[in-house]
């Protein structure tokens, strides 16, 4: 298998709602896009499934040292070999592949979670990051798409901890700042528990607000010239919009109700978006997350 069928495996096989946006894409620009998130995907296996730090951290040293070798031509593994090709056909900046793996560091590292400033960090290094390499893909000509990228990444990742929150639990993670959680007189136990009390319920809904504000703040910073080359990035926000509104369907409580899309839905969610930006454009139409 050569690298870049690796990659792409990588990404459809991970189940990721990314893959339906890159659908659409021109070969070049879905080879690149597949060759990061291929990266995500195996750095975040590492902090997600390895328990062992003492295994853990020399994985992601490994990949630390994967992307600078990548950089200068010399990648070992075939994620590192498609990321040096994407490097040379697109701006990519290596100091923010390292800021991934910071952010996994963190998960690693079993970093708590105790102000919203923590969860900021987290937050632009595990998602707005990605959305900052992705529009260098994607291609942009206005600063302020950049705004763009890491509004969106937040509102992306907010609407993970969500839909996740029960099984982050289960492997002893809590991504909601302790803060918040000693305000609304919620002891971790009820995570593992699955006791989506009132208190808990108004905390997921306050915390779903902040990713609903994160979205349209997203989309009021992205600029009219960038709207066509970032699609892709509104089709992501898109099938994760969904997700929002899902878990308001099940007032949050996705221990008793997980919440899930099938395949065909987010490809039915990608289609129905990237066919509405295509005739808003033309007619000058709003700027929506269709699904």
């Known amino acids: 298998m050569n690298p870049e ?5 990588k ?3 991970s189940g990721s709602s990314f893959f339906y946006a890159f659908l659409f894409l021109p070969e070049d620009q879905r080879r690149a896009i597949m060759a990061l998130y291929a990266f995500c995907r195996e750095v975040d296996d590492i902090a997600d499934e390895i328990r062992e730090q003492d295994v853990a951290l020399p994985k992601l040293a490994f990949w630390r040292e994967e992307v600078g070798r990548a950089f200068a031509g010399k990648a070992q593994h075939p994620v590192g070999r498609e990321l040096c090709w994407a490097k040379e056909h697109f701006p990519i900046d290596e100091e923010l592949l390292v800021e991934i793996l910071d952010g996994m560091l963190m998960d690693v590292m079993r970093k708590p979670i105790l102000k919203s400033s923590d969860l900021s960090l987290y937050m632009y290094r595990v998602a707005g990051v990605v959305g900052l390499l992705s529009i260098e893909i994607f291609g942009y000509s206005n600063r302020k798409s950049r705004h763009f990228a890491t509004s969106l990444g937040e509102a992306l990742q907010l609407t993970n901890i969500l839909r996740d929150v029960a099984e982050d639990a289960r492997i002893g993670r809590i991504y909601l700042p302790q803060e918040d959680r000693i305000r609304h007189h919620i002891p ?4 593992k528990a699955g006791d989506c009390n009132d208190g808990m319920r108004q905390m997921l809904s306050a915390y779903a607000d902040k990713a609903e504000a ?7 910073n992205l600029p009219d010239e960038d709207r066509v080359s970032l699609r892709p990035s509104i089709v992501m926000g898109s099938i994760y919009y969904a997700y929002l509104q899902q878990l308001r369907d099940v007032e949050f ?3 008793q109700h997980p919440v899930h899309m099938l395949p065909l839905k987010k490809i039915w969610i990608a289609w129905r978006a ?3 930006e295509q005739k808003a454009v033309k007619k000058n139409l709003p700027l929506k997350l269709r699904f």
């Open 188 to 191: 971790d136990q009820a995570f």
């Open 11 to 13: 990404t459809r096989g």
């Open 274 to 276: 990237w066919r509405y």
């Open 253 to 255: 409580d996705v221990w």
């Open 5 to 9: 069928q690796y990659c792409r495996d």
């Open 214 to 220: 994160a979205y349209q703040q997203a989309l009021g």
